[in-house]
């Protein structure tokens, strides 16, 4: 899974992280499909701990059919994450650390989505 391995084998891993329909998982018949989601958990709890002095984002859009499952983890350990994060904080964190569906076909996603989200790492999408 490239964007997980992109962060774990980072000297210096990434202060912003866009995925567009690429947490695939891995293959369940090499193991747990959802191995890989506690890289991102380290460095989702390492990326906020620099919250607000050096801001970064994570946004993931995916398709439920192609990276539903382990997109919507990542969400989850998101939320655990934002929910112990300062009440002051919270609200412009959830802007740039999220995970949603597309409003797209793959084929789309990063044509509207990147420069909106390069622009502003908080961006709602707009999917017209």
Known sequence: M?????????????DELYVFD???GRDPR????????EIIERWVGERLAREP??????????I??????????????????????DPELTAGLARRYRVE??????GYIAQ???????ADGGAEIDWR
């Open 2 to 14: 490239p964007a997980i391995d992109t962060i774990a084998g980072a000297a210096r891993p990434p």
């Open 64 to 85: 439920e059919r192609q990276t539903g499952p382990f997109s919507r983890a990542v969400g989850e350990l998101v939320a655990r994450h934002l929910q112990k994060a």
């Open 22 to 24: 690429g947490l695939y």
């Open 101 to 106: 569906p597309s409003g797209v076909p793959h």
């Open 53 to 62: 002095e050096r801001p970064g984002a994570l946004r993931v859009v995916y």
């Open 112 to 118: 509207i989505a990147a420069p909106q989200l390069l």
């Open 30 to 37: 090499l193991g747990d499909p959802m191995q890989g989601l």
